[in-house]
């Protein structure tokens, strides 16, 4: 039996305890939200997709990237098998973990929308799901088809930055690691009603003043989080325990830097890998019961150059991998159309053979149960795609 | 009238000082902080370079190490730009080091930064676009950021013992991309690929025998001719001078410079007249940053009112500062709040550094963590026996509205008054 969380002075006067009686109001009526769960990373900086999982059963691989290929799995430092031909690097042995349990799996050989090797507008294209920059992310735009009836918003932002993937009309809440000792809540009140005139602050602030009610709630006692290498692994697990509450929210995006690795990759690139691998374990500890119902997308804005650059690097490329895991994903398997590494894109590329709003609108569809106008409304201009299918159980 | 002197302090400066009096002609006091920047004294490039190479063994050595050296830089330059009487100077410097983005986070850069800005930005911020180019990319900080100390022509002596490969793209894709042209001047991968040829070479000094900066390795060098955008580029360093210095003064350079000054001192949706006014200058004048700036003051649109830009972290830290007659010692606490912030000093995530735009800095929790942070200066204002109300009257003048002003007014204490003016929303524009 629970009880009824007790609602504080500050939260009343947030009008905490209305929206919560709103939302109770709204369930009862049936919108109510599904269990699924949606996560969504960003890997920004372009990870080489054929470094973290190595096709070791292409001929072609040693031969074009010698210095980044590791030793077969089996043998000592060697890939985490993935079934026979690829190999997860082994920095990833939680990931592989789900792997083994079926509940993670990796799409390699995939590229977004754009074939521009700008970080900045790959990231762009793939934050707004079309082939160029919107004014709004295609994940925010499929909350737009989200009945809003918890006390929380359906779409949480983990981290100090709210990333365009997810930024747009629907208002979405934010959570972020270290709090300080916030000042007193009249004063929060008069700041909340001087802002709410401006277009751009008013509804940020609110905002602001609604996740902190909630996550306080929520996260009871958790604060603060160690900074540093561990920040990502610790927001992940705060983030997932946001998620798992009933009426917390259902859908969230991530970002984790550091991937443009044009110099000394194999020095650089296991501490990256060892870091999401953490995040992607203690969010599916912070979801606990609601990992079942979870699906985390993984993804980055490009791939690396095939051949080792003059550094000890790759630079900018084009074909990657996507990782998915989650209790719903139908996972244990590598699904690509491998191009192979004889013929590459440019002559410099791994060939990209699948399109990751594929896959994205999938998971929109088969997971969060999404009708079709809302699908083609999060990607526009993409009607010849269809959703992958067979990814989820 | 009143509102212009505010708005020239505010929206081209860093916002008004407590206590002192606002300029009575704000276009002849812009105008007049136009001229050569005074030398800034700091460490000098080797003590830097001996902190990058030496790592944390520099403290045993008796140096700093480059997490202490930067720390000292940063406070330095903050302390600068909260205590200027040149505001609008140190706004541009802090806008074209933003342009030049050199982040700590990657390339043993830490112990560099403040010397980059030092050295290749403040010098140039009224001189010549091409010049401030060349200095930064012969810059060891933005040689090692963007990776083109190793980068090795495949044709070099060098190419050809570890044959083939070499090269490393790094360095000249931003240069054409965030530095330059931008994705819309019309280059190609090939451009980019010609382009990381001509700058095989250009690398730093490695050991006392070497130049202590910037250091040209015919070695590791591509031998011959070169095509960018369609020209011939020579051989040799001459040619990585001669490409920047006609990639500076490319009508494509000229427009996306202009869009960035008019997004930053307009809105964020540049105008298309002011861009255009602005890219005629740079075209008539071959890319000087004096007339360029003049320009910019001289835009009717600068002028507007309401103020339309969000202060960014490190905009409103320097304004609550300056606000609240914070003197050196509120420094190292500024540093840390752009952290809090969500804007840390010296550590944009990605080479195209901090975004420009309201919607990327209207973050919720990072607006809540402002009012957090404020409560300090303003505590520390009042103790200083700062009151609110004059305070707000030299700080926003006529651009506070009635009914920030009321709460102001009627606030329980003047601590919570204080806090009020640094939070109101009027505060958070430029």
Known sequence: MRHLPSISRRATLLGLSGAMLFGRTRLAVAEVPGDARLVVVILRGALDGLYAVQPYGDAALRELRAPLVLPEPGQEGGLLDLG???????????????YAANQAMVLHAVAGATRSRSHFDAQDSLESGADHRLSSGWLNRALEAMPEAGRARRGLALGTDVPLLIRGSVPVGAHALRGARPPGSELLATLARLNAADPVLGPAFNEGLRARGFSAEVLGGLEPPPRGANGFAALAEAGGRLLASADGPRVAAMELGGWDTHLAQPNLLPPRLAELDNGLETLRQGLGDAWPHTAVLVVTEFGRTVRVNGTNGTDHGTGTVALLAGGAVRGGRVLANWPGLTDLFENRDLAPTRDLRAVAKALLAQHLKLPDEAVAKAFPGSEAIRPEGGLLR | MASRSHIAAIRFGLGPRAGEALPDTPETWLLAQIRPPLAQPGLPLRVCMDSMRLGGRARLEGGLDPGQLMRAEALACTAEAVASDAPFAERLAQFWLNHFTVSRGRGQTTALIGHFMREAIRPHIFGRFEDMLLAVVRHPAMILYLDNQNSIGPDSPAGQRRRGGGLNENLAREVLELHTLSPRGGYAQADVTEFAKVLTGWSIGRNPNEPEGFMFRPFTHQPGDKTLLGQTIPEGEEGGIAALRMLANQPACHRFLAEKLVRHFVGDDPPPRAVARIRAVFGRTGGDLAAVSRALVELPEAWAQPLSKLRTPWDFVMAALRATGADISAVPNAVFAMELLGQPIWSAGMPNGYPDDAASWAVPEQLMRRVDWAQAPAGQA??????????????????????????????PSAREAMLLLLSCPEFQRR
Request: aromatic share 4%; glycine share 12%.
């Open chain 2, 382 to 411: 009042v103790t200083r026996g700062l009151q609110p109300v004059p305070v707000a009257e030299t700080v926003l003048g006529p651009l506070l509205g009635a009914e920030s002003a009321a709460a102001i007014r009627r606030a």
């Open chain 1, 84 to 98: 026979g031909h690829f190999g997860l690097h082994p920095a990833m042995p939680k990931f592989a973990a789900m």
